[in-house]
Nanobody
Framework: QVQLVESGGGLVQAGGSLRLSCAAS????????MGWFRQAPGKEHEFVAA????????HYANSVKGRFTISRDNAKNTVYLQMNSLKAEDTAVYYC??????????????????????WGRGTQVTVSS
């Protein structure tokens, strides 16, 4: 049984930083894509960032490029999302998701939410302005 457990969310002032973690268990993720998505109230899921577990290729939404960094720790089966220079519009529930190897093309992980099969329960990030 695949489990993805997010942690690290919270309340932070605009301009501050948070680091989200996603602990994965239940299978070998070595060839998977791991992604972060977010959903604000009344809005649809929005892609944030993704990483190819095996080659480390990354993909970012334009809205977070230069501010957020996705990384992974293979030994700990954990993916991180370092969020800097946070803005009020970053407020959302952040979800970790895993996609099978088909979602990695030429080393670049997919940004399409429907390609991600496994999802965590989410962690709330609130940025006060």
């Amino acid at each position: 049984q695949v489990q993805l457990v997010e942690s690290g969310g919270g309340l932070v002032q605009a301009g501050g930083s948070l680091r989200l973690s996603c602990a994965a268990s239940g299978r070998t993720f070595s060839s998977y894509a791991m992604g972060w998505f977010r959903q604000a109230p009344g809005k649809e899921h929005e892609f944030v960032a993704a990483i190819s577990w095996s080659v480390g290729g990354t993909h970012y939404a334009n809205s977070v490029k230069g501010r957020f960094t996705i990384s992974r720790d293979n030994a700990k089966n954990t993916v991180y999302l370092q969020m800097n220079s946070l803005k009020a519009e970053d407020t959302a529930v952040y979800y970790c998701a895993a996609a099978d190897p088909r979602a990695v093309v030429a080393g670049t992980p997919s940004s399409a939410w429907y390609e991600y099969r496994y999802w965590g329960r989410g962690t709330q990030v609130t940025v006060s302005s």
